[in-house]
């Protein structure tokens, strides 16, 4: 990732008399999490970095901080015509503005292969993302291979071919690790769940057309004990297979037509006395679902309509923020009720748009909602977002970057980082480095790249 | 591109009972172009293919029709699940709506290369496209290596690999050729040619501010005996590297702004009589390069301002349509005018929207504007335009595959072929068949395609 034992090589002859750089040394001061430790929302990603001549001095409290110091080190690195390595002496103290740094990928509208999961992986190490939110199954497919469940995936998956084995899963989740990045799953319920029902009998709620079953199926059957015996196995399985702290539950755009066509869901609603009001009967499934994953000592993330249904949600509770319309007074209210939220709504970068909408998602400021400093600081980051619907292996990395490269810098560097045209400077070229590492990113304006290859 | 041998092959065993196709023949009436010729615009691309065993047979007039045939015939041929190819018995008359079917690439703001250009041409072969619109040059870089003048691109292109050699155009023309596909370059004068003016002195118009020159340039200077010397040698060559018919001449946008600014120019427009009317300057520019290029027996096609501005166009010149604002009234201005016209107006696929917006490109009817029937025979076709400002070989195929699958088959087929929910399924089954021939076109929308690669 940086080189600079190549770059000593390299160096020029007959220059003996210039300062040259002859090592970097990395000082990680604690022992904990070692290089076997996973990155955790707590985790410490500072780090200092002195270059002086001649020897360069990282150091950090913890690896991932490390970690961060080297991609801001081999960034500081350039080549200059004469293919020599040069870099400044300078003098960097550096953190993070935001503790959650994340993207979001969708592997159920379009199956994505493992090596456009891996690349992305590698881009966000390169933008200082630290979180990969994996949308990994919805309405549309159901690739995970459970080891409990295997039918959930032979039935639900786009095909045989379409499915992440155990194998495939936790090499993603090593390959971030290494990276410094968090991998936090998404099971989304009970809405979003049509090819959970595909391989698991009885789970969706059949819907009715008048007095008959209509054949379809709607969200997930919230009445039944089978349902919640499936879910805690389930879920125990996901809690062992990933490692992090989180699980994302889900719980949006929960449709109530089904369960209103039928009649047996309308027998236990009587019988809980929850009316006609069925955001309860879907606030009773999620504070089941929620009581599970807390059973494996898992916190967990949801979207902010879990909220706005007022489950009962446990202190450290993420709420992520995602309806572009009125976020920033959402903001105000989950941290207002004292949760933690994660902001995502205007940074949905799968609606795309002509020219550098990345100004827009750069000039974006978290914190800018009506609430206390305490509040403020309940928002621990955000995400930017690539819903599948239009996106699969042949556009995903030049329509994530280098637009998601200032939902990163947004989330990194100080609220006054803001101005756009050093921006578009720092981002054209940095565009042109993810370029030269392998990640196919986008143009962000006409130009070209000095490194760019003319070839066939 | 098309595989009946090896469907023999691997034929499925046991079942010699079933009809069987052994071969397909090609018969092409007229020994006119022959193997060596290039597509024209008066080409035939009609065939007539009858698919029945053992023997299909595949006929056309030229072989511009027999390639059409062909690419029909491998669309036609598809593998069942255990890896048997079969063919449906069929009979099919062919021949494109209008002659002209065109896509436009830009390889001055960003360059494009060779590569990215090469597998274009496969994938407009695959959508029977019959024109590379090549806006070689632009404002922002010459890429176009001259044989006359190496300055040019020595000094107008972005650096020394920024560039298309005569061997690389050589390539082009020759891939597209093998495809029926014409390539005309577009040098586009006397707007958007600052780069021109890095290798050629005197080539632009400088500016002024107040009485001084400002020390920027504007457009070509239309006032110097020494510019039409170089434009007559500048397009001897090019009349002689691209063996099309015609040559784009470009003619947009031109800013009048230097020329309002130069005294001698002011001078100029008085001596010939133009007062303050710098359209009229810019017409006498255009006429002397039409005639320029006349001389050299070339067509030319132009954008619509040219004919706005009334500059005297031979009858055969094609006038081509762009600006979104009121098209249809401009292809009744223009084909009233008895000029044939090029629609290109309502396909600028570079302006990216979110969701399917090939429905848009799609459901555009070319010949719905008020007009005799004389008037719609002038309109011979159109073009999917792909500028560059966003665009190089990170995004290329994504962003213009299938979107402009959509214009091809508007441009060939049937003016009643309009059917959303069909031409749905026709092109998200033809975009998994490009996928599987290496052209990474993006998804239309949520699915899958049963040959997608799992592996990393």
Redesign the interface.
Known sequence: MFGYSRWRQRGRKGLAAKPELAQLQVVIASPEPGCDGYPQLASSEAYHLTITEPVAVLKADEVWGALRGLETFSQLVHEDDYGSFLVNASEIYDFPRFAHRGILLDTS???L???SI?TNLDAMSFNKFNVLHWHIVDD??FPYQSIYFPELSNKGA??Y???YTPTDVHLVIEYARLRGIRVIPEFDTPGHTQSWGQGQKDLLTPCYSGKQPSGSFGPVNPILNTTYDFMTKFFEEISSVFPDDYIHLGGDEVSFDCWQSNPKVNEFMKKQGFGIDYAKLESYYIQKILDIVSSYNKGYMIWQEVFDNKAQLKPDTVIEVWMANNYVQELSRVTGAGFTAILAAPWYL??????QDWKKYYSVEPLNFPGSEKQKKLVIGGEACLW????????L???LWPRASAVGERLWSSRNVTDLKDAYKRLSNHRCRM?SRGI????V????C?H?????
Chains 1, 2 share one sequence.
């Open positions: 509208r379009h199956y292969p493992l090596k891996l549309q497919s786009y095909s071919n379409h499915i799968d609606y795309i748009s002509y020219g599948g619907e239009f996106v699969d292996a042949t556009n990395t030049p329509r370029l196919a990113a986008e143009p304006f006409v130009g070209y000095a760019e290859a003319r070839g066939r």
